[in-house]
């Protein structure tokens, strides 16, 4: 393990200090971006892959958002990843709302009305513990449940490290304290990295990481996560400030990554046709803006990996360089993405909604928008996760070819 104290913070005009990816490992990396409740759908995705590959079992898990609970969950899971799937299968279809965050009226007008009294005191000390508009502990026990053994420990990942089940797992949040990108990770021989405004941390990764990476802004409070060489900070949802989603996976080694998104990839008819009528209410500005924080910049990023494999390829030996170990090398990609819109698909469950909360969303105006992308951030009731997984596991089957030559190729190795 390298010495996390000794790595330098680097200013955007220091390449030739900055570490090179890496080293490859057996490579093939399964990473996981946010959703909220669409996270689901990935489930779906990895259950269908597994219908034709039972052998499927990347070593290398990242998650970001609520991408984290599934990264983390697979990579804690004492035994095989097909036993480690059946069980975070089980945990979504059991998941209701109230295991999420608190949803009865006397919960939620507190938190509103905490926030009404900051807004209107100006922030005086009496009015700060208005945290969020949702009281995010169901979720907390959940994790604390699911993660940590008998002893209070969480010693899944570390025992499939050992066991060579596991080569890495990370989990992404953002720092509202310093403003960076921080990536938790624990694995076999990781080297840590540092990049303008992100950096990596090794770390015990547990439920407290996951918490972090989870927080939606406003509509979940902060996490505070303690590290022994960088102290107390203060942690929200991982999309926030993460650049470039694929990074983690480039870092601790992949050769291949399937890439699981949860963002519908409309035609270009689709996205000239307005989602309003009107002028937009609260939850449609909400869902442009955390559309593009948590789930646009998965497809930049794919792009350019795309580029520089191509790049690569046209290359001699696909070496560029005098150096054949400056930390260039092609990864394959597969992005898979919803081929339904899932926030369309939302506003068929928004009835199932525990009542006060439906109230709180429908004076958001999630009615008034045909693609209530927060309502389906927020919409962890059984029929609509049955629905998503349904949608992920068809989509998988849909494209089994192409997952079938991503598994079978080899990358050149």
Request: charge should be negative.
């Amino acid at each position: 393990m390298s010495d996390q104290a000794a790595i330098p913070h680097l200013a955007p005009d220091e390449p030739s200090r900055m570490p090179v990816p890496g080293p490859v490992g057996r490579g093939l990396a399964l990473a996981m971006s946010g959703g909220g409740a669409r996270a689901a759908y990935q489930m779906g995705v990895i259950r269908g892959i597994m219908r034709n590959h039972p052998e499927f079992a990347p070593t290398i898990l990242t998650g970001v958002s609520a991408g984290a609970i599934n990264a983390a969950y697979l990579a804690n899971h004492i035994g095989s990843f097909t036993e480690a799937v059946s069980g975070l299968g089980r945990l979504w279809r059991h998941l209701r709302t109230e295991h999420v965050f608190h949803v009865t009226g006397p919960s939620i007008a507190r938190s509103g009305l905490g926030w009404a009294r900051r807004l209107l005191s100006g922030g005086s000390k009496s009015s700060r513990k208005a945290q969020a508009l949702l009281d995010a502990t169901p979720l907390r026990e959940l994790l604390e449940r699911e993660l940590r053994s008998g002893d209070g420990l969480v010693t899944g990942i570390d025992t499939n490290i050992a066991s060579g089940r596991l080569d890495a797992v990370s989990i992404t949040a953002s720092s509202y304290t310093t403003g960076q990108s921080v990536t938790w990770v624990q694995g076999r021989d990781v080297e840590a990295w540092d990049r303008p405004n992100r950096r990596a941390v090794q770390t015990q990764i547990g439920p407290e990481h996951v918490m972090a990476s989870t927080s939606l802004p406003f509509f979940f409070p902060a996490v505070q996560v303690s590290h022994p060489q960088f102290g107390d900070a203060w942690y929200g949802d991982g999309g926030i400030r993460l650049t470039a989603p694929l990074s983690p996976a480039l870092h601790l080694g992949a050769r291949k990554i399937l890439a699981v998104s949860t963002r519908y990839g409309r035609s270009a008819e689709e996205a000239d046709k307005p989602l309003i009528d009107d002028y937009p209410p609260p939850a449609q500005i909400l869902g442009v803006i955390m559309n593009s924080i948590f789930l646009d910049l998965l497809d930049q990023d794919a792009q350019v990996l795309r580029r520089i494999n191509t790049l690569l390829e046209a290359w001699p030996d696909g070496k560029p360089g005098p150096d054949p170990h400056a930390g260039f090398r092609p990864v394959k990609l597969l992005v898979l993405r919803p081929s339904q819109d899932l926030a369309g698909l939302a506003t068929e469950f928004e009835p199932n909604l525990p009542p006060m909360f439906r109230f709180l969303m429908r004076g958001l105006g999630v009615r008034e928008t045909r693609s209530p992308d927060w309502l389906s951030m927020l919409l962890f009731e059984p029929e609509y996760i049955s629905r998503l997984m349904e949608v992920g596991e068809a989509d998988a089957t849909a494209r089994a070819d192409d997952v079938a030559e991503f598994l079978a190729a080899d990358n050149g190795e």
